[in-house]
Structure formats: C-alpha cells, structure tokens
C-alpha cells in the first residue's frame, strides 16, 4: 500500500507541475500528456483524496470525461462563460462553474481512453448512494465539497431552489461569498445565493477542488468497453 500511495502522489506532482503552466482552473493546457495519464491521473486523484494524501487542489483529463449526480446542492455559486485553448485543442466556449459548499447526492465519473492492441475501457468512478435518479442522501452518504470548481462545454440538469440570481453580471466581478470568482470583464457571468442542479450531466474538462471533500462507498474500476451511465452502479 505504501508503494502504491507512493505512485499516487508522485503523479498527483507531476500533474499539478504541469497545470502550473496553463490557465485558470479548469482548463489549464495539457499538450505534451502521454496516452494513459488521463485515466490514471483521475484513478489517482480519487483514490489518493480517500486517502488524504493528496493536496486537494487538482485538474483532471486531457481530454473531456463524463460527470453524473442525482443532486448539487450549492451555497454561493458563480459561473461564466470563458472561451479559450482546451487543452491544446481549437478554441472552445466552456462554463466555468464554482461553488463555495457544495452537497452531492451521489458521484459517478466515467473516463474513456483508447489503449494499443487493447482498444477501448473506461475507468469507473463512484462514490455516495448510487446515481439511480432519486434525489435524497442516505444518512452518512453525503458527499460534501468545499470550494468546489468545475470546468464543462456541455452540462444539462433541472435547477431548482435557486435564491437571490444574478444574471449577466460581468464576470470580473462575481463572488462566491467573500471569495472572488473572477473571469474576463465583459464576459456573462451568474451568480446566486442557493443553486440546487437535479440529474446533473455534465462533459467535464476538468475539476478542482480547493478545500475538503469526503468520499464515503468509493470504488474506483476499470472496465472494457465505453461504459455509461447504466454503468455506474452496475
């Protein structure tokens, strides 16, 4: 086990060395990543936050994995529109999403790679209740996050419960709270008290958490195949 946590947080390094090249959060530049780091990047991330030898403040992916929970329950949340380089690729438009607390009513991340003689597998990552579509936390299944960051080009979900929005607000200008969320003045940012997301889907290009979170049932797999949400709990 030694070993292996060993390995974890010598890739953990190495990523973070090299997000401290790109740009903001979430869609920092990954040009130059060899085939594999992306699921392994990821399986490291989770496995070593489970076992608090990570600092918690990562980017994940050179490439877009999926994102899945039944609920985000968000207490001061922002976002904008940030179009820019992902990860070497054509310019693209992503929203940048950020919560200062935030409550998940399960998590599932699926990663696809395309590996040399044997094609495709996925890693599956859960953790919480099962992501089946119900929308209540088990006692000592939640999974809570504290300044929770997420990248996506496509995210879809129901919004309910939603306090005191602000839309187009300039996006140099948002906060989360007291803490400030800056993007590009001009840019169309929101930003609210209370914003809950049901069946959240959502394309991720990268996650990054700067405070704490827990991961209670984590189970991390890889599997052959291009797995789906079906997947999940299976």
Known sequence: MAERLAAVHSASDAMLARADDGVRRGTR?????????????????????????????????????KVYTDKVSGLNAAGYLNVQDLYGATDDAVVQLGFKTATLNGLCAIAKQTLPVIGDVSLVV???????GATTNPAGQEINAQQLYLASDNLTGTGDQI????????????MMDTLPFAGTPGAFGLQAQTLNVSNLDADSYGIDLQGQINLPNLKIRVL?????????NS
Request: contains cysteine; proline residues 3%.
């Open 29 to 65: 530049k990954r040009s130059g990543v060899l085939a594999g780091i992306g699921l392994a990047g990821l399986a490291g991330m989770f496995l070593g936050v489970s076992q608090n030898v990570l600092a918690v403040n990562f980017t994940t992916a050179n490439t877009s994995y």
């Open 224 to 232: 052959p195949g291009v797995k789906t949400k079906a997947d999940c």
């Open 126 to 132: 859960s953790a919480g209740e099962p992501v089946d």
């Open 163 to 174: 306090a005191k929005l602000t839309l187009g607000q300039s996006a140099d200008t948002l």
